[in-house]
C-alpha cells in the first residue's frame, strides 16, 4: 500500500493584479503578521490586502520562514468566489 504525505498549508495567496491577498491559516502565520507587517496593513475580511509590489517580498520571507503556501490564481476581481468555495473552506480545516 502507497502512503501519501498531506501537505500542510500555513497560507493561502489570491492574486487579483492589483492587489494580493493573504489568508492566514496558521495561528503561527497571523503571529509572523503582527511581529512583521505594518499595523497599518489594510485587511479585505480576514485576508491581508496586499500591494503587488510588496507582495513577493512578504511572500518569501513567509516561505524562508517555513511556511507552505496554496497559491489560487484569480481570474476575476471577486474573491468571494474562492472564500465561499469548497478550496477555501478545506484551507481552513486543514
Not at 501519501?4 to 502565520?29: G, K, M, Q
Not at 490564481?73 to 480545516?93: G, H, I, K, N, T
Amino acid at each position: 500500500m502507497k502512503t501519501v504525505a498531506a501537505v500542510t498549508r500555513d497560507f493561502t495567496v489570491a492574486d487579483h493584479w492589483s492587489i494580493v491577498l493573504l489568508f492566514a491559516i496558521n495561528p503561527a502565520v497571523t503571529d509572523w503578521i503582527d511581529s512583521n507587517v505594518s499595523p497599518d496593513a489594510m485587511y479585505f475580511g480576514a485576508a491581508l490586502a496586499i500591494e503587488r509590489r510588496y507582495a513577493a517580498d512578504i511572500i518569501d520571507a513567509l516561505r524562508a520562514e517555513g511556511f507552505a503556501s496554496r497559491d489560487v490564481a484569480c481570474v476575476d476581481s471577486d474573491p468571494l468566489p474562492y472564500l465561499e468555495s469548497r478550496d477555501y473552506q478545506r484551507d481552513m480545516e486543514d
